[in-house]
């Protein structure tokens, strides 16, 4: 079992950053790939962020590239989603997932562990 316990969110006006952390309770590198996904009031989660374990493959969603940047420490068992340019439609619950298959997905459905969300909120 792996518990994740995301930090970091909370309320910032357009233009701004945060930076998210998502810190696991066991060892990242027993946990493959790392994503970060968003769920906004009334919305579907959708995927935001994902990366390898070793950190050499990434993926982004279109709404967010050139914005925010995935990283991965394991050495402290932590993923970070840098946030910048930050706009009011990227207010949401931001949740950090990890999946037990060494291969980078962005399907929801496809991670195994879930943290319990961090709120974001970007004020215009």
């Known amino acids: 079992q792996v518990q994740l316990v995301e930090s970091g969110g909370g309320l910032v006006q357009a233009g701004g950053s ?4 998502c810190a696991a309770s ?17 919305k579907e989660r959708e995927f935001v962020a994902a990366i390898s374990w070793g ?10 590239k050139g914005r925010f940047t ?7 068992n932590t993923v970070y ?3 910048n340019s930050l706009k009011p439609e990227d207010t949401a619950v931001y949740y950090c997932a990890s999946r037990m298959v060494n291969v980078v997905v962005v ?16 004020s215009s």
């Open 55 to 64: 950190g050499g493959t990434l993926h982004y969603a279109d709404s967010v």
């Open 18 to 21: 945060l930076r998210l952390s």
């Open 107 to 122: 399907a929801a459905s496809e991670y195994d562990y879930w943290g319990q969300g961090t709120q974001v909120t970007v």
């Open 70 to 76: 995935i990283s991965r420490d394991n050495a402290k």
């Open 26 to 42: 066991r060892r990242t590198s027993s946990t493959y790939p790392m994503g970060w996904f968003r769920q906004a009031p009334g």
């Open 81 to 83: 989603l840098q946030m």
